[in-house]
Structures are given as C-alpha cells and as structure tokens.
C-alpha cells in the first residue's frame, strides 16, 4: 500500500454576501435569532451565472497551484456534491474539461455534507492501492438555488463554495499522510434532510414546482440530534481506532453546520476551542464544501503545521458521516 498525501489545497467563495440583516427583510426572523441559534453571521451566494462547477473550477485550480501538478497528471477528477449542474452528465466532466485534465476519469459522488470526507477515502484508496497517483477532490454546493427563502428554518443555513484538494501518492515512509478513514450510513434516515421532487420517485412537473419540492426540506430538532451523536461517535471512534487521546489531536476540522451542535459536543468531549476550526459565522452550512473551506482557511492562517495530526468530521443527509485523520 502506498502512503498517500496531501499535495495542495484550495478554496472559492463567491463575492455575494448574504447577511442576517438581509434576510430580516426577506422572512419572518432577526439577527440575534439567527445568532442564537447557530452562530452564523452572513453566506456566501453564487451570482446567476455561475453553477457548481464553476465555483469547483476555481477552487481546484487554486488546489493545482499548490500542489506543482499540472492538470495533466490528475488520473481521477472527483467532485462531491448534491447540486449538480445537471443529473447528467457529472459536474466532474465540466471541470475535468475546463482544466485541461485529458487523461483523468471524472465522476460526482453525492453523500450530501459528508460528500468530501466520502471522496477523501475513494481517493485516497486509488492512489494507495497504486491505481492511480494524482487525485483531485473537491466539495462543491450552490445550495442556493434549492433553499426556500420563505422558510425561516432553513433559509438561514444554508451559503455556496466550493474547497479542494490534490492528492498525491507518496515516498515510502512519508511521515505526513493519510493515516485513516470511517465511513457510515443509515438510509432509515433518509427524511430528515431530503429535496423531495426531481428525481425518478418524484419527477418534476406543475404540481412539485407549485407545492415547492424542489427545495430542502429539513427536520430540524431530529438533525440537530444526529448532527451531535454522530459527531461524538466520529471522534471516540478516532481516539479509539488509532490510540490516541484528546491531547495528541492538533486540529478538529468538524462540518460547519451549526455552532450549537459543536458546543453540545464539547460539553462530552472536553476539545480545547482553539483546537476546534470554525468559519461558519462567515459562510454557513455550505454541504460538501464546508470540510475543505475550513481545511484550506486553517492552513493558510497557520493553524497547522508539519506533523500536526488533523481530524476531518461531517454528518449529513442519507444519513451520512465519517472521518479522515491526516498527519500534516
């Protein structure tokens, strides 16, 4: 098995903001409810013209700087996402194309918020079993076009980015590397975050459009209550799989989802807050996007350093989470 590594990161937010003092004239809500309850101050929107693909393209070229690659060594172009530009062909296309990457495969991978740390593990697993060499992921939402902006509750979480990441195959005994990978689901749970019209079990016509299920549909204290046990599970799962204690974890990179699930996890698992890397003030839940955002924001402000071990964690719809641990 080779070492896997991380050989460059990269972020894209749009330009528009979206703050709560917008959305007071916009729904039924204020400031400081919004900030009460999740701890988010504005979101990012993407402009008319622009798509998923298109904040993933600027997001990976950044990653490909980084890295010294050129889009010609990718083998694999992999974008996570549950906004795609179209339901075919993949948003991966579009950017393997527009990079210029002639010689990677391309494909989506949807597992909603948990789609980067999903994406992360395939990844990695190509290039470890000596597959492929060069990977590049990137988690990517225009979560905009799908929310109800008449709905207060959900309307206030949810901003556009997109954030990625090369991955390389590494020298052997290479000390910085992906270390290790859990990934679970439970399908019975498939309610609780959904958008419930445009697919083959409920195809799009007047009577979808005029009852709006073409938007997310949340239940939100159910969320909320998997958000924080799937997180505590992720972390003592971490501790436990690879013998570590609270102490030796540098940085916990959780998914921006809301600062009151973050805090309810501290109450059990007593993570100094200046371990905890957080940006959802700034830009909300952005699904799939948050993961490398927050990763890319760390590292550029020099929260990480070599050999730092750092602790990627998400949950979302499906139901969905997982981890990758990383050693800087």
């Given amino acids: 098995m080779y070492p896997v590594i991380v050989k460059g990161t990269g972020a894209y937010l749009p330009e528009r903001v979206l703050t709560n003092h917008d959305l007071e004239q916009m729904v039924d809500t204020?400031?400081?409810?919004?900030?009460?309850?999740?701890?988010?101050?504005?979101?990012?929107?993407?402009?008319?013209?622009?798509?998923?693909?298109?904040?993933?393209?600027?997001?990976?070229?950044?990653?490909?700087?980084?890295?010294?690659?050129?889009a010609e060594d990718l083998d694999s172009v992999i974008i996570a996402?549950?906004?795609?530009?179209?339901?075919?062909?993949?948003?991966?296309?579009?950017?393997?194309?527009?990079?210029?990457?002639?010689?990677?495969?391309?494909?989506?991978?949807?597992?909603?918020?948990?789609?980067?740390?999903?994406?992360?593990?395939?990844?990695?697993?190509?290039?470890?079993?000596?597959?492929?060499?060069n990977v590049l992921i990137v988690g990517a939402e225009t979560l905009s076009r799908f929310v109800d902006f008449t709905d207060r509750n959900t309307c206030i979480l949810f901003g556009d980015g997109a954030g990625a990441m090369v991955l390389s195959r590494g020298e052997d005994g290479a000390t910085s590397r992906v270390i290790d990978h859990y990934l679970r689901a439970d399908g019975g749970g498939w309610d609780l975050i959904?958008?419930?019209?445009?697919?083959?079990?409920?195809?799009?016509?007047?009577?979808?459009?005029?009852?709006?299920?073409?938007?997310?549909?949340?239940?939100?204290?159910?969320?909320?209550?998997?958000?924080?046990?799937?997180?505590?599970?992720?972390l003592e799962t971490a501790f436990q799989r690879n013998s570590l204690s609270v102490e030796d974890i540098d940085l916990v990179i959780p998914h921006q989802v809301?600062?009151?699930?973050?805090?309810?996890?501290?109450?059990?698992?007593?993570?100094?807050?200046?371990?905890?890397?957080?940006?959802?003030?700034?830009?909300?839940?952005?699904?799939?996007?948050?993961?490398?955002?927050?990763?890319?924001?760390?590292?550029?402000?020099?929260?990480?350093?070599k050999g730092d071990i750092v602790l990627l964690v998400a949950f979302g719809g499906g139901l969905t989470w997982g981890y990758n641990l990383l050693r800087w």
Avoid at 261 to 276: Q, T
């Fill in 81 to 133: 996402t549950v906004t795609p530009d179209y339901l075919t062909p993949s948003t991966a296309a579009f950017v393997q194309h527009r990079l210029g990457a002639v010689k990677a495969a391309a494909f989506d991978l949807n597992a909603a918020c948990t789609g980067f740390v999903y994406s992360l593990c395939v990844a990695s697993g190509l290039i470890s079993s000596g597959i492929q060499r």
């Fill in 258 to 305: 809301n600062y009151r699930v973050i805090e309810s996890v501290l109450r059990k698992i007593p993570i100094p807050a200046d371990r905890v890397y957080l940006n959802l003030d700034r830009y909300g839940n952005t699904s799939a996007a948050s993961v490398p955002i927050a990763l890319h924001e760390a590292a550029g402000e020099g929260r990480l350093k």
């Fill in 194 to 234: 959904t958008i419930p019209a445009g697919g083959s079990r409920k195809a799009a016509g007047p009577s979808t459009v005029d009852a709006r299920e073409h938007f997310f549909t949340m239940q939100g204290r159910e969320v909320f209550k998997f958000a924080v046990s799937s997180m505590i599970e992720l």
């Fill in 30 to 70: 204020s400031d400081e409810w919004i900030r009460q309850r999740t701890g988010i101050l504005e979101r990012r929107l993407a402009s008319g013209e622009q798509a998923t693909s298109d904040l993933s393209f600027n997001a990976a070229r950044q990653a490909l700087e980084m890295s010294g690659l050129a």
